[in-house]
């Protein structure tokens, strides 16, 4: 998981969201409706389009790409429908087309862990109407990738296992299935035989080329390339390439790949 600077929401979303947000309230607090309400706006292909765009083509949570086959989830952060912690609560139905609650998801992270699921710190009290103070009454206890930074949250083993370094890191790992047995697969081959091997190779590059400095950063100038590719915000498990760099800095010695590699740490601050 990465942080994503959240885009201005589409224009067509802002009329559509705010009428649809005024029927719910009525259908809800107004007249109590033991009926169900249908969500229609946040559904819309233009906010399909524009948070593909947003999470470039990838699951919020998850990092993985999202194939047009798969067909990518639209996701509430808060759910819209009703709370698992929370049996009573009716979920944040004024939230269902609000631009700053929706995600996109691969169909495992969102049907198959994150669910209806929206644990609080302990403490803390969910909101349960429109007019409740959200940010007053709530401390989450999964990572926002579009309000938080997942780097002090979340970190990743040479093997490509998900690590929870806080509370919020070790929920969300649990939430949103991030240790699943095929992307933790998936993960691992990207660990081992792209990343790792890719670093493994400008060591010894530096070892055997270490007196013959313009042969050296030749060698070495397309592996960098090709890592810098995968630190990218465009690639899948950008989060743990960075990681794994980092794991690989804190054991070397040598200046030459110290330099290189923060070149390349730096290259990739969002």
């Known amino acids: 998981m990465i942080q994503i600077t959240r885009l201005d929401p589409p224009s067509q979303l802002r009329l559509a969201g705010d009428l649809e947000k005024k029927l719910a309230i009525n259908h809800f607090e107004v007249h109590k409706s033991p009926e169900s309400f249908k969500f229609k706006v946040y559904s819309k292909d233009y906010v399909k389009i524009h948070l593909l765009k947003m999470f470039n083509g990838k699951c919020a949570y998850c990092e993985s790409y999202l194939p047009h086959t798969q067909h990518p989830h639209i996701e509430h952060w808060r759910p819209k429908g009703k709370v698992t912690e929370d049996e009573d609560h009716k979920g944040y139905y004024w939230l269902a087309a609000d631009w700053e609650n929706l995600f996109i998801a691969c169909g495992v992270c969102n049907s198959s862990y994150k669910l209806n699921k929206f644990p609080l710190k302990e403490g803390s009290t969910y909101a349960k109407l429109s007019s409740d103070n959200i940010h007053e009454l709530e401390k989450p206890l999964l990572i926002n990738p579009c309000t938080d930074n997942p780097e002090p949250h979340l970190g990743f083993t040479l093997y490509g296992k998900a690590i929870g370094l806080t509370d ?14 095929d992307l933790e697969d998936r993960r691992r081959f990207i660990a081992r035989h792209v990343v790792c091997s890719r670093l493994d190779d400008i060591i010894a ?3 055997e080329f270490q007196l013959q400095p313009n042969k050296l950063i030749a060698r070495v100038s397309i592996k960098v390339k090709e890592l810098n590719y995968f630190m990218s915000a465009k690639s899948e498990y950008s989060a743990m390439t960075k990681c794994i760099i980092k794991e690989y800095r804190n054991k070397s010695i040598s ?8 070149k390349l740490l730096e290259d990739n601050i969002k």
């Open 168 to 181: 919020e890191g070790e929920k969300s790992i649990e939430v949103y299935g991030l240790n699943r047995e």
């Open 205 to 207: 590059d530096i070892s």
């Open 255 to 262: 200046k030459f790949f110290l330099e290189i590699t923060k």
